[in-house]
């Protein structure tokens, strides 16, 4: 999918005016000829686990807004958290008998959200849950929902005793996923953005594998999420592709003044070759986040499940983690630029393709020995095409890319 989500841009402020000036302002910069789904992230439901029932500020049923998603060209999306339900749903209040206990108590997970709901993990040992979930599924896409972001997987594998079964939590977690898989139809596409990677591998289309993307929570959180998501990227892509399509999660452009900077991160977030999902407010977004605003290799390869591939991912070093908050540890840690691979390739037909990242917030220096350009075949290359706003120069021994603080270059090779 080549999505806009809602959640960088709402948050749980989240309405159903709020939805259709996002549809409108697609049109009007000319997103809806690049981008073919539109989903809705938290904050349209009237409670957690209350999946079905929108709240009195979004203002309107799911029907009715998923309706009016796809008549103006998009699948329609939806978030959700499976494994969880608010204290006050309605769930919770009729069923406190579906909610997973551990020494006599309902299970919370009081770190899956920041503002102060009360959450408890369903018991998905119970067939009475797993046919609520099932059923829940099929209800929202008879409302017209056909792509699903499913949150706080990893939270159904929370120890605790089924009081219907003896199983464990990876039991529990193998079960719901049985039960969102018999929920959805053909053609539906579901994808996890926070799970136990192994576990869930080859049971949904997508899944997330790195954090939010350019997130300007701190001054400094910005770059360490660049370090962090190359590393992720570098380390999971190549391999997690052959079992779905990654998701790199939503990126934004808000809060990166510089054009450089600007374009790596769309770049960055096309080579994992998975979902392109756009997260900004209105007033940000333009025809640059297009996916036609890309190269020609980036933007065919987005959906396609096939990732640029680091050259040389384990020549980088990675710092040891040092105790401190985990913000400081990303920026700690990650301000170590020489740790992140510099050079990805991909095959471009009969060509080999090359992008050189500069993650240094400075003017940078980054050189391919000649030897490297062999892993594409034997023989003599030469430039056929460039992107990017860098300087290339090519000799017999190296290829040297002179790129901008935090920029990226792209080149596509042909043999001679």
Not at 393 to 414: I, T
């Amino acid at each position: 999918p080549r999505m806009y989500t809602t959640w960088h841009a709402d948050f749980e402020k989240l309405s159903h005016d709020g939805i259709l000036g996002h549809l409108d302002h697609l049109k009007q910069t000319g997103l809806d000829q690049s981008i073919n789904a539109f989903q809705i992230d938290d904050g349209y439901q009237q409670h957690w686990g209350d999946w079905l029932t929108t709240s009195a500020q979004f203002g309107t049923d799911l029907t009715t807004i998923a309706t009016e998603i796809r008549a103006r060209g998009f699948e329609p999306g939806l978030w959700l958290a499976p494994p969880l339900v608010a204290a006050d749903s309605a769930i919770a209040r009729r069923h406190p008998d579906w909610i997973l206990r551990r020494d006599g108590r309902p299970v919370r997970c009081d770190t899956c959200n920041t503002r102060g709901i009360k959450l408890y993990v369903l018991d998905f040992g119970n067939d009475e849950v797993t046919n609520w979930l099932e059923q829940t599924m099929a209800r929202l896409q008879d409302a017209g929902f056909s792509l699903f972001k499913l949150d706080f997987l990893a939270t159904a594998v929370a120890v605790g005793a089924s009081a219907a079964t003896d199983t464990t939590g990876l039991d529990r977690f193998h079960r719901m996923l049985a039960a969102i898989r018999r929920g959805a139809r053909p053609g539906t596409f579901l994808w996890s953005a926070t799970q136990p990677l192994f576990p869930t591998l080859g049971a949904l289309d997508g899944y997330r594998v790195s954090g939010d993307l350019g997130f300007p929570f701190f001054d400094d959180l910005p770059l360490a999420n660049w370090y962090h998501y190359a590393r992720t990227l570098a380390l999971r892509a190549p391999w997690l592709n052959r079992w779905g399509i990654i998701d790199p999660d939503g990126f934004f452009l808000r809060g990166q003044p510089d054009a450089s900077r600007r374009r790596t991160l769309l770049w960055l977030d096309a080579m994992a070759g998975g979902i392109y999902a756009i997260g900004d407010r209105d007033a940000d977004l333009s025809a640059a986040h297009s996916p036609s605003a890309l190269p020609q290799p980036l933007r065919d390869g987005i959906g396609t499940g096939v990732s640029w591939i680091p050259i040389d991912p384990f020549a980088y070093p990675i710092r040891t983690w040092t105790p401190s908050p985990v913000v400081e540890q990303l920026i700690t840690v990650d301000r170590n630029t020489d740790a992140q691979p510099p050079f990805w390739f991909h095959r471009c037909g009969s060509d080999a393709c090359v992008i050189a990242v500069n993650w240094a917030p400075f003017q940078r220096t980054v050189a391919l020995p000649a030897s490297h350009l062999t892993r594409f075949g034997s023989g003599s290359w030469t430039i056929a095409e460039s992107w990017g706003n860098g300087t290339l120069f090519k000799s017999r021994s190296e290829l040297r890319f002179d790129l901008p603080a935090m920029g990226a270059m792209a080149v596509r090779l042909a043999r001679r």
